[in-house]
């Protein structure tokens, strides 16, 4: 059952409870605003559902630091190598692609890769920055390894999104942001909430063979049992050549420019004990307005949407939309009315609350 939230309640919730984690109030106004973006967004396998078994477990297993101290390891005019020390992520993310479009809009791209990071939330965020900046913004991260080689069974590359964002005329941006898998972890533990099994073809196991069940199959993928399967699906026949190859792609600019860890690197353990994942991110924006202008850039970019929404749709379909207009919608829906939040993951945040003496909150569970 979903419930709605007021959005200024939920916000001061996630701010009170990063700063409790010892999270600085700058960063914790990041690290909030990201995870609730996800939520504007309806992408609700990276907002709240994430917060305590991803950000608070993280932040209270030592494995996270709640202070970010990033050194610029080195810096160009136009790139940067960054260390995020095992801080928060988002802020990592949100320094680094800051950094990027300041370089971009003084000689036209910028590029910043960030090593020794952690979870960043969604990527669109960050290539949305460069798009807001009328740069074009693109970005990704490397993850724990989910996804197994086409042909392979092994748990090898992070589901590694790679996430474009580019301004239009329109009142949104062109915004691609997916995982190279044909599913990811948190849509996983979404479906696991809700009792809901994950549908075949999505998850493969050591022996070839698929597996279904939500909680079952989130215990085998920690445990290195099974492995997610990357677009496109198992093995060749609907080109799961692709999905890999792009990750590979992800993985490699998430590593090699900065030097860090990749592949089996960031599972998170050694000799059995958890260690700091060591993610690594790159952010690239370019200034439109360095070659036939902005203005000229976001009227052809439009143009192209428009063109594409208005053509010949499929029988039974009335809409075609573009990258980025469905997640628009969802903010024109939920902007006034609120937050719907699931009974479980409300009490999720309950028992945040409650652990931290947060005594003022309530939830709609509690009132209903």
């Known amino acids: 059952m979903l419930q709605t939230i007021e959005w200024s309640f939920i916000e001061s919730f996630v701010l009170d409870v990063f700063c409790r984690y010892g999270v600085p109030e700058a960063d914790a106004r990041i690290c909030t605003d990201v995870l609730l973006e996800a939520e504007r967004r309806g992408i609700e396998s990276h907002g709240l559902n994430r917060f305590k078994p991803i950000y608070l477990e993280r932040l209270k297993a030592g494995v996270q630091k709640p202070v970010t101290e990033l050194e610029v390891v080195r810096e160009t005019p136009t790139t940067a190598v960054v260390d995020g020390h095992d801080g928060m ?41 460069a798009a807001k900046a009328g740069c074009i913004g693109i970005t990704g991260t490397n993850a724990r390894p989910s996804i197994a080689p086409t042909f392979g069974v092994e748990n090898m590359l992070g589901t590694n999104p790679l996430t ?58 920690t445990e290195g049992r099974a492995a997610l399967t990357p677009l496109g699906g198992v093995g060749g026949e609907r080109a799961g050549f ?47 307005e360095a070659f036939m202008g902005r203005a000229a850039f976001e009227k052809t970019t439009g143009d192209i949407l428009r063109a594409l929404r208005a053509s010949q749709k499929a029988p039974g379909h009335t809409r075609i939309y573009t990258a980025g207009e469905k997640e628009y919608l969802v903010w024109q829906e939920r902007k006034d009315t609120g937050l719907p939040v699931n009974e479980a993951v409300q009490r999720e945040l309950i028992t945040v609350r409650d652990e931290l003496g947060l005594s003022r909150y309530r939830f709609p569970i509690e009132t209903a």
Do not use: W
């Open 242 to 288: 692709k999905g890999y190859g792009y990750a590979t792609v992800v993985e490699i600019l998430s590593s090699a420019l900065q030097s860090g860890r990749y592949l089996t690197m960031l599972n998170g353990y050694e000799d059995g004990k958890r260690i700091p994942y060591g993610l690594g991110h790159f952010f690239i924006a370019i200034d439109t």
């Open 89 to 129: 992520g988002q802020v990592v993310a949100h320094r680094s692609m800051t950094m990027a479009i300041e370089k971009a809009q003084k000689l036209g791209l910028g590029m910043v890769v960030a090593r020794h990071s952690t979870h960043f939330g969604i990527a669109g965020y960050y290539a949305s920055m």
């Open 164 to 221: 474009f964002g580019m301004p239009t005329d329109e009142e949104f941006p062109f915004m691609l942001d997916c995982a190279t898998s044909i599913t990811q972890r948190g849509q996983i533990e979404q479906l696991e909430r809700l009792g809901e099994e994950t549908p075949s073809g999505m998850v493969i196991t050591r022996d070839g063979s698929t597996m279904t069940d939500s909680t079952a199959i989130l215990k085998a993928l």
